[in-house]
C-alpha cells in the first residue's frame, strides 16, 4: 500500500538523518587506530601542515588534529572549556596565556626528554616538572610600506617614539591587544621598557596617530603590504613573510626594545592520551624541531641552532627586552582593562 | 517567507470530548517539539541570563555586572553608535527597497523579473562579503575612494553602507507583498474625482502598504543592529554592541561582561519584535472578497524613470558582487594585478581551508533536511491539534522566540549551556549537530511562519472529511497535507540552505576544528588579513547558495507542474 510506503520512508528517512548526524557528531574517526591528539594552537595555518608532516613521520601511531585559531580566541576557547577541557595538548600559543592557564591549574607538569638543553629562560622555572616549555619567539616590528611612505612624505620611524609624531597623523595601525596576542606584547612590553607612567603617556601619544586598531596580530603588517596604511605595527616573521612575496616593505625594529613573547607548549591535565601528548612534547625539544622552528622564525629555544631568517631585520635578538612573564601574565586583566578604558572609545574615525 | 499571520483561530471543530488514538499521537509529538525548542532556545538563553549575573567564579552578583556595564562609558557609548547606525541603515534602505518595490509592482518596466532576481543577490551572500568590496571600492588603495571625498570608510559611513546591501532584500520582499495588495476600485475612484497623482499616493497607497513598511523598519533595524560581519570588517574604531560581544568573549575572555552585552542586545531586539507584533495585530483586512487587482498601466516617462532607478541600484548590487570577484583573482593589491588562483588555495590560510567550504555544505545541506522536516511537522501539530490549548499556546511562543534572539547571543547561549558539565547533551559540543542544531533554531520562526501560512490556506475540512472516514491523521497528511504543501516546504529548505551557509553570527562561537564553516573563514581570513582569501571564499558561498537556489527554481516549477495542479482550474 503506497501509504504505508511513504511512512516507511519518511521514518527510515529520518532515522538515518538522525544516525548520520549522530555518527558525524561522534567524529567519525573512530575507526582508525591511531591516537587522535588534539592539540590547541595559534601558530599561523601556512606553518601547521608542516609540522604534522614531521611530527608524524616520527612518531606514526599518533595523528595531529589542530584546533587553529589566533592568540585571543584560542586562550577564550581554553578557558570557556575550563571545567571541561576538551584539548589534549596546548601547543604554539602564547607564553603570556599559557602562564595565565596554568594558574587556573590547566596543565600537569612534565618534563619533556631533552628539555635541559633549552636555555632556561624558556622553560617554566616556578614548577618542577615545568607545567609549560617553551619553543620559539616571535617578536615585534614595525612594518613601513615604502611606496605609500614616499607619496605621503614620511620619514622612516626608527625608535618607538618616532611614531608619535604628528607627521605619521593618521598613518599607523596596531593589534587591539584586547583581541591579539601581539598587540598585547606590545603594550607590556612598553610598560616594561619606560614604567607604567612613561609608558602609558606614550600610548596616548601613539593613539594620536593610530587610524585604527586590528583585531589580529598580523593584519597590521598585511595592511602595511597592500598600502591601505603605510606604517602596521606587527611581528617580524608576518612582515618578512610578506616582503619575501614582494610587497614594498621595510621591517624597522625600534631601537628602545622589542616586545616578545614565547609560543609554548603545556600538556592538558586532564587529556586521555597522555603518552601521546608527552611524544609531542618530546618532539618539540628536539634539534630538529628547533631546525624547524628557525625555518621562519630567528629566535628559538635550543641555544646555537637559530641562523638568521631572510628579510629579519639586523639584531633583532639583541633589541629583544627581559620580557617578565609572570609580571605580564599576572597583570594582562588589569592592563587590558585600562587600555580598554583610555583607547577603546575612540567612536568616531579621524578625518583626513 | 516573509511575515505570516500569527493569531490562531481555532479551526478544530468543537467540542470533542473522546480523546481518539491520533489525538494522543499528537499530543505526545507536540510534547517532544516543547521539550526541543526548551533545550534549543529556552534553556540557553536562560544559562545566558544567569552568567549575566554572575562573577567570574560563578557565584551570584545580582545586577553587579550591568551596573559595571553602565558605568564603563566605552561599552554604554556602543548603544548609542548601534541605535544611530541601525536607525540611519533603516531609513535609506527603507526609501531605497520601497522605490525599488514600487517600481516592481507599479509601473510597466521592461524586464521585472531580473531585476527581481539581482535585487535578490544579496541574500546569497554573507554580510562580512558587502564590507570587504567596500573596502576595495572606498578604502585608502580604493578604485574609487575619491567618491567619498576625504572621509573614511572606516566607519559609520562604511557600516550603514554594507548594512544598506545586506538588508535591502529582506526588505523589499516585505514591501513588494504588501504593495501588490492594492484595490483597483480606490484608484479608480481617487481618478474619477480628480486626484492629483501625488494625493492618491499619499492617501491610497502609503496607507496601504502601511504596514508592510512598519514591518520592514522593524526586520532590517533588527537586522543591523545584531548584526557583526559589515562592523567587524569596517567598523575601523567605532564601536557598536554586536562587536563588543565578540570583543569581551574572544578578546578578554570576559563571559560574563559577554553575556551581559547580549542581554543588552537582546533589548531592542525583542521591543522591536513585540511592537511589530503589537502593529500586526492592528491591520485589518484591507483586501475585502470584492476587491478588484490593481493592474498598473504604460505610462512611458513613469516607466522610464522607475527603470533608471532599478538600474541604479541593480548596478550597485552587481557591482559590489563584481568587485569581490575581481579582487579574489588579484595577486597583491594594489602592487601586482596579475591574475592568480592563489587566493583560493585556502589550505594555506586561516579559517580551516576547504575543509570549511566542504563543512559549510554538509552543516547547510543538514540544517535544510532536518530542519524543514521538524519546523513542518511542528507547525503542523501547532496548527491543527485539537484542545490542549495551554500547551499549544506555550509552543507557538516557543516557536517565536527565536526571532528576536540575535545570532551571537543565541551562539553565546550555546557554549554556556552545551559546554556544562552538568549537562547530559554535552556530547553534542564541538560537533556539527550543535551547528545544526543552532542554525535550524536561528531560522526557526520565518520558516515556522511560512509553514503556518501554508498550512492556514488548507481547507480543515481535509481533516474533518478523513477523520470521519477513519484515516489516521498521519496518513492525511502524507497523502494530502504535505503535497499541498511542497512549494512552502521547498521555500523552508532553501530558506534553510541559504542561511546556513551564509550565516557568521550564531555559529562564531561554537564551531570547532573539525566544523570549521566558509561563513567563518571569511571572517577569519579577513581578520589575519588575507582579504583576497576571504573574498574568494565569500565568492564560493555566493556561487553555491545561487547554485541551489537555481536548482530550487527548477525543482519548485517541476514539482508545481505535478503537485499545484489542482491549484489551476
Redesign the interface.
Known amino acids: 500500500m503506497r501509504?504505508r510506503e511513504?511512512?516507511q520512508k519518511?521514518a527510515l528517512f529520518?532515522a538515518a538523518?538522525a544516525v548520520?548526524?549522530?555518527a558525524?557528531?561522534?567524529?567519525g574517526g573512530a575507526a582508525l587506530a591511531k591516537t587522535q591528539l588534539?592539540v590547541y594552537t595559534a601558530i599561523?595555518?601556512?606553518e601547521l601542515?608542516m609540522f604534522k608532516r614531521e611530527f608524524e613521520k616520527d612518531y606514526p601511531d599518533v595523528n595531529i588534529?589542530?584546533?587553529?585559531?589566533?592568540t585571543?580566541?584560542v586562550?577564550?576557547k581554553l578557558?570557556?572549556?575550563k571545567?571541561?577541557p576538551?584539548a589534549d595538548i596546548v601547543w604554539g600559543l602564547a607564553a603570556t596565556s599559557l602562564v595565565m592557564l596554568a594558574n587556573e591549574g590547566y596543565f600537569q607538569g612534565y618534563a619533556p626528554k631533552g628539555v635541559e638543553k633549552l636555555d632556561p629562560a624558556y622553560v617554566d622555572s616556578q614548577n618542577n616538572p615545568p607545567l609549560w616549555v617553551g619553543q620559539r619567539a616571535w617578536i615585534a616590528s614595525v612594518c613601513f610600506n615604502t611606496?605609500e611612505g614616499k607619496k605621503k612624505g614620511l620619514p622612516v620611524p626608527s625608535t618607538w617614539q618616532d611614531l608619535t609624531k604628528p607627521v605619521y597623523k593618521g598613518h599607523v595601525v596596531m593589534p587591539?591587544p584586547?583581541?591579539?596576542g601581539t598587540g598585547f606584547l606590545d603594550v607590556s612590553s612598553w610598560l616594561q621598557i619606560w614604567g607604567e607612567e612613561k609608558g602609558w603617556a606614550f600610548m596616548d601619544g601613539l593613539h594620536k596617530n593610530i587610524?585604527?586598531?586590528?583585531?589580529?596580530g598580523?593584519?597590521?603588517?598585511?595592511?602595511a603590504?597592500?598600502?591601505?596604511?603605510p606604517i602596521g605595527i606587527s611581528f617580524a616573521y608576518r612582515g618578512a613573510k610578506s616582503k619575501n612575496?614582494?610587497?614594498?616593505l621595510e621591517i624597522v625594529a625600534p631601537t628602545e626594545g622589542l616586545g616578545w613573547d614565547i609560543e609554548a607548549f603545556g600538556i592538558v591535565r586532564n587529556t586521555k592520551n597522555l603518552a601521546a601528548a608527552r611524544n609531542l612534547a618530546d618532539w618539540s625539544v628536539t634539534l630538529k624541531a628547533n631546525k624547524i622552528y628557525n625555518k621562519e622564525y630567528a629566535v628559538v629555544a635550543m641555544p646555537g641552532v637559530a641562523k638568521p631568517v631572510k628579510n629579519f631585520p639586523k639584531d633583532i635578538t639583541k633589541k629583544m627586552i627581559k620580557n617578565d612573564f609572570a609580571w605580564a601574565a599576572a597583570n594582562r586583566?588589569r592592563i587590558?582593562?585600562k587600555w580598554?578604558?583610555r583607547y577603546?572609545?575612540?567612536?568616531?574615525?579621524?578625518?583626513? | 517567507m516573509t511575515e505570516g499571520v500569527t493569531t490562531l483561530s481555532a479551526v478544530a471543530p468543537k467540542a470533542r470530548p473522546i480523546l481518539g488514538r491520533d489525538d494522543w499521537i499528537m499530543r505526545w509529538g507536540l510534547l517532544v517539539l516543547g521539550v526541543w525548542l526548551s533545550v534549543a532556545v529556552v534553556l540557553p538563553l536562560y544559562t545566558l541570563l544567569s552568567k549575566s549575573l554572575e562573577d567570574h567564579g560563578g557565584r551570584f552578583i545580582g545586577l553587579a555586572n550591568f551596573a559595571e556595564f553602565f558605568a564603563t562609558p566605552v561599552l554604554f557609548h556602543s548603544i548609542y553608535n548601534s541605535l544611530t547606525i541601525a536607525i540611519i541603515s533603516t531609513a535609506i534602505t527603507i526609501t531605497l527597497a520601497f522605490i525599488y518595490a514600487y517600481a516592481l509592482t507599479r509601473s510597466c518596466m521592461p524586464g521585472k523579473a531580473i531585476f527581481k532576481g539581482i535585487a535578490m543577490v544579496p541574500i546569497l551572500a554573507p554580510s562580512l562579503l558587502p564590507a570587504i568590496s567596500l573596502v576595495y571600492l572606498f578604502g585608502n588603495q580604493g578604485m574609487i575612494k575619491g567618491v567619498l571625498m576625504g572621509e573614511t570608510i572606516y566607519g559609520p559611513i562604511g557600516i550603514v553602507m554594507g548594512e544598506v546591501f545586506w538588508t535591502f532584500p529582506h526588505a523589499l520582499i516585505i514591501i513588494i507583498t504588501a504593495l501588490s495588495m492594492a484595490d483597483a476600485r480606490l484608484y479608480e475612484v481617487a481618478e474619477s474625482l480628480g486626484t492629483s497623482k501625488l494625493r492618491t499616493f499619499f492617501t491610497v497607497t502609503l496607507p496601504g502598504a502601511r504596514y508592510g513598511v512598519i514591518s520592514a523598519c522593524f526586520v532590517v533595524f533588527t537586522l543591523v543592529i545584531t548584526d557583526f560581519g559589515v562592523p567587524k570588517v569596517i567598523g575601523g574604531q567605532y564601536n557598536v554592541l554586536a562587536t563588543d560581544v565578540y570583543k569581551q568573549v574572544i578578546g578578554q575572555q570576559n563571559f560574563q561582561m559577554g553575556a551581559v552585552v547580549g542581554m543588552v542586545l537582546l533589548v531592542p531586539a525583542v521591543l522591536a519584535f513585540i511592537a511589530d507584533r503589537i502593529i500586526q495585530r492592528k491591520q485589518v483586512a484591507l483586501i475585502s472578497a470584492r476587491a478588484v487587482p490593481y493592474h498598473p498601466k504604460p505610462k512611458t516617462r513613469f516607466d522610464m524613470a522607475m527603470m533608471g532607478f532599478c538600474c541604479v541600484v541593480g548596478f550597485m548590487i552587481l557591482g559590489i558582487i563584481a568587485v569581490d570577484a575581481f579582487a579574489s583573482f588579484i595577486q597583491l593589491w594594489p602592487y601586482n594585478l596579475t591574475l592568480t588562483l592563489y587566493n583560493y588555495d585556502f589550505d594555506l590560510r586561516d579559517g580551516g581551508g576547504w575543509a570549511s567550504y566542504r563543512n559549510s555544505i554538509v552543516m547547510a545541506s543538514y540544517t535544510a533536511v532536518i530542519g524543514t522536516v521538524i519546523i513542518f511537522a511542528g507547525a503542523y501539530l501547532v496548527e491543527k491539534i485539537r484542545g490542549f490549548t495551554v500547551i499549544r499556546s506555550l509552543v507557538q511562543f516557543m516557536c517565536i522566540i527565536p526571532l528576536a534572539v540575535p545570532g551571537l547571543v543565541l551562539g553565546l547561549a550555546y557554549i554556556f549551556f552545551f559546554n556544562h558539565p552538568a549537562n547530559p547533551l554535552e556530547f553534542v559540543y564541538g560537533t556539527m549537530a550543535i551547528l545544526v542544531i543552532c542554525t535550524v533554531t536561528h531560522f526557526y520562526t520565518v520558516s515556522h511562519l511560512t509553514a503556518t501560512t501554508a498550512l492556514k490556506q488548507m481547507d480543515p475540512e481535509f481533516e474533518a472529511v478523513s477523520m470521519s472516514l477513519k484515516v489516521p491523521f498521519y496518513k492525511t497528511f502524507w497523502r494530502v497535507t504535505v503535497p499541498v504543501c511542497v512549494p512552502a516546504i521547498l521555500d523552508i529548505s532553501i530558506y534553510l540552505f541559504v542561511n546556513a551557509m551564509t550565516t557568521v553570527s550564531a555559529v562564531v562561537f561554537i564551531y570547532s576544528a573539525d566544523t570549521t564553516l566558509a561563513s567563518v573563514a571569511v571572517l577569519n581570513m579577513d581578520d589575519a588579513g588575507e582579504v583576497a582569501s576571504a573574498a574568494a571564499m565569500g565568492m564560493m558561498i555566493v556561487v553555491t547558495s545561487a547554485g541551489v537556489r537555481a536548482l530550487h527554481a527548477l525543482l519548485t516549477r517541476g514539482i508545481a507542474r505535478t503537485s499545484q495542479a489542482w491549484r489551476v482550474r
Open positions: 501509504v511513504y511512512c519518511s529520518v538523518a548520520g548526524l549522530f558525524l557528531g561522534l567524529g588534539l599561523e595555518a601556512d601542515a588534529k589542530w584546533v587553529r585559531d589566533s585571543g580566541i586562550t577564550a578557558l570557556a572549556e571545567n571541561n576538551k611606496v587591539n584586547n583581541s591579539s587610524a585604527w586598531y586590528t583585531h589580529s598580523s593584519k597590521p603588517c598585511k595592511q603590504a597592500s598600502g591601505e596604511i612575496k614582494g610587497a614594498p586583566m587590558l582593562k580598554q578604558t577603546g572609545a575612540k567612536s568616531l574615525p579621524k578625518k583626513k
